[in-house]
T-cell receptor, first 112, second 115 residues
């Protein structure tokens, strides 16, 4: 799977939008962008995924650039409970995609 | 509904001992994954089961590590002759099927400490 690059840490004020960037310049055409997060002392939790169109669910929005070389995860109104490590992962879709390859992630600290 | 459960939550053992870590996946999930997470790092893939068979064990670090899933549900990760470097959180995940469209649901992990 292609590798991703994320800033190691970010701060965000409670109630404001948190925008977490990810670079995946070597992504292949059949690779999806996935985001997981890991709250302290818990297992990772799926947030959202997309191929090339922007996606939104109850947790977040995912914006993927037209060339697919980067993406941004948006938490529209961050709360203290959103403090976690956020992992951006690219992964082959369909039956060929199995394990998740985690990088270092971005440690998001939401501050009151 | 019940999520992925792992037992024990914590395991302390001595160097050279044998340990077993258990994972109960979500009912009906055919794919099961084991990952290992060292302090300050992201999880690293160890092995993946589709049903009863290990479909990919390329992440197992050496032959001291072995995992089974005899009935296609519960899985056990077995570590022989433990070493201090094996200390980590061992995470289990399951998904409805294998493949990149399927969300993996993670358990809380087992924290293994080898003294």
């Amino acid at each position: 799977d292609a590798k991703t690059t994320q800033p190691p840490s970010m701060d965000c004020a409670e109630g404001r939008a948190a925008n977490l960037p990810c670079n995946h310049s070597t992504i292949s055409g059949n690779e999806y962008v996935y985001w997981y997060r890991q709250i302290h002392s818990q297992g990772p939790q799926y947030i959202i995924h997309g191929l090339k169109n922007n996606e939104t669910n109850e947790m977040a929005s995912l914006i993927i650039t037209e060339d697919r070389k980067s993406s941004t995860l948006i938490l529209p109104h961050a709360t203290l409970r959103d403090t976690a490590v956020y992992y951006c992962i690219v992964r082959v879709g369909g039956n060929a995609g199995n394990m998740l390859t985690f990088g270092g992630g971005t440690r998001l600290m939401v501050k009151p | 509904g019940a999520g992925v459960s792992q037992t024990p939550s914590n395991k302390v053992t001595e160097k050279g001992k044998y340990v077993e870590l258990r994972c109960d996946p979500i009912s009906g999930h055919t794919a099961l994954y084991w990952y290992r997470q060292s302090l300050g790092q992201g999880p690293e893939f160890l092995i993946y089961f589709q049903g009863t068979g290990a479909a990919d064990d390329s992440g197992l670090p050496n032959d001291r590590f072995f995992a089974v899933r005899p009935e296609g549900s519960v899985s056990t990760l077995k570590i022989q002759r433990t070493e201090r470097g094996d200390s980590a959180v061992y995470l289990c995940a399951s998904s409805f099927t294998s493949g990149g469209y399927n969300e993996q649901f993670f358990g809380p992990g087992t924290r293994l400490t080898v003294l």
